[in-house]
């Protein structure tokens, strides 16, 4: 009678206790082997025919090497472009930095101070209200006359991202007194009213009077069409505001669709730093009370620019760092 082959093992591999061969069990899928049907476990580890190191796809190549992050100063330029753009966007539609050439708004603005002007809140349809202090275009040949400076390339790329006002650009400040439909009048030598209100102006330049008794606008009782605004400067003996532009098309208003917006904070010098707010005398009874729409922004386009790059930096670096990690 023949023998029956049980798998043992003897000390010769394919042989059985009696030194007849043996049968090889099929490998299975997970490293284990078979016998007919019934499943044995096996090890972990790969099969006999794979070398250890090789993926899952069989290949035996090692794993990618991780990119190497981006040096600082490589990506420099491309900040600093990118805060350039932004500084650019902010100065069209967010703020923008203006000088003061003048004396004209004496002592709340003095030569040399850099103020920063708000142009959201003229998105959203606000409207230059009393007692703001506004830039605006030259409405009517009003700095006729005016000697202008050629820039230099310096000059004209700081006004370019807004850190200097334009000097293709005519551009006034002044402190808005009256909005559409109010009645302004100055009499002797003041004080000025407003629809019958008098204002208490401390904001007036010290031996100012709040009107001038002069025959070339001084003295003058106006009633403000909608759409526009009457404007004074702050050192009332030394403007060429409203009062004395009555002869031209718009009879001394400013159309407000050429205000170019409400300055906000006296940005430099440090010594100087502070708001424009609007002083109380405008929110006496009978005059209506600043814009809700007219919100507030303090901040310089450069500091502007500069938050707008850190997102950039920050979604960037873990960019690079996930790539690093797969």
Known sequence: ??????????????????????????????GGVTSGNDPVAGGDGPPADEPPGTDELGSGDSAPKPRKPRSFWKELPILIGIALVLALL????LVQAFSIPSASMENTLRIGDRVLVDKLTPWFGSEPERGEVVVFHDPADWLAGEATVDPNAFQTFLSWIGLMPSAEEKDLIKRVIGVGG????????????VNGKALNEPYVYPGNTPC???DQGGQFTVKVPKGYVWVMGDHRQ?????RYNQSDKNHGMVPV????????VKA??????????????????????????SAVLTV????????GVVPVVLWRRRRTADSTTR
Do not use: Y
């Open 212 to 214: 001038s008794q002069d």
């Open 268 to 293: 430099w010098p440090l010594t100087r730093w502070g708001t424009l707010p609007v002083p109380d005398t405008f929110d006496q009874d009978g005059l209506s009370n600043q814009s809700a729409a």
């Open 90 to 93: 902010i100065k069209t539609f």
């Open 238 to 242: 030394n403007s060429r505001d409203s």
């Open 257 to 264: 669709d050429q205000v170019v917006g409400r300055a906000i």
């Open 300 to 307: 310089a386009p450069q500091g502007l620019a500069l938050a």
């Open 1 to 30: 009678m023949g023998d029956v082959a049980v798998g043992a093992r003897s000390g010769h591999d394919g042989e059985d206790h009696r030194g007849h061969p043996v049968e090889a069990a099929d490998p299975a899928p997970d």
């Open 182 to 193: 109010d009645t302004v009048s100055c009499k002797g030598t003041g004080p000025l009213t």
